[in-house]
């Protein structure tokens, strides 16, 4: 499991690198790479435990009960998960209503402060981008 984690990891600091460089240029595009950072390092995190999930709502429920509900993590990075659930839904399906380049803004904001949360529980595996 843990080449697995370290798999997703690389995906995570990767994925949140194209998000930034997206900012201004496709912000929908930015806005959903943000949250498939965090969605990677969140499901790193989790590998790194044994566990794996087939949805990514069954993600974004462990984030809450099994992250901040138990104090592990503050409320605030479980509203940065559930804001980028948001953020992503609407730049990827958004029809009438895109991103703002404040908006994917944000969510590289709150994407990076994922990661790092993540990189703080285990640094000896999770190496800083």
Do not use: C
């Not at 709502?57 to 901040?68: F, G, M, N, Q, Y």
């Not at 992503?88 to 904001?109: F, I, K, L, P, T």
């Amino acid at each position: 499991m843990k080449q697995y984690a370290l798999d997703l990891w690389g995906r995570a600091v990767e994925t949140l690198r194209v998000a930034r460089g997206l900012v201004g240029y496709s912000d929908d595009n930015a806005a959903s790479r943000a949250y498939y950072a965090a969605f990677y390092a969140v499901s790193a995190l989790f590998a790194m435990e044994g566990r794996t999930f087939r949805k990514h709502s069954s993600l974004e429920v462990a984030v809450h009960r099994d992250l901040v509900k138990t104090s592990r993590w503050l409320p605030e990075r479980g509203r940065d998960f559930s804001r980028l659930v948001s953020l992503r839904e609407r730049g990827d399906y958004g029809v009438e209503r895109h991103v703002s380049r404040e908006e994917a803004m944000e969510s590289v904001q709150r994407a990076s402060r994922i990661v790092e949360q993540v990189r703080q529980e285990h640094p000896e595996v999770f190496k800083s981008e």
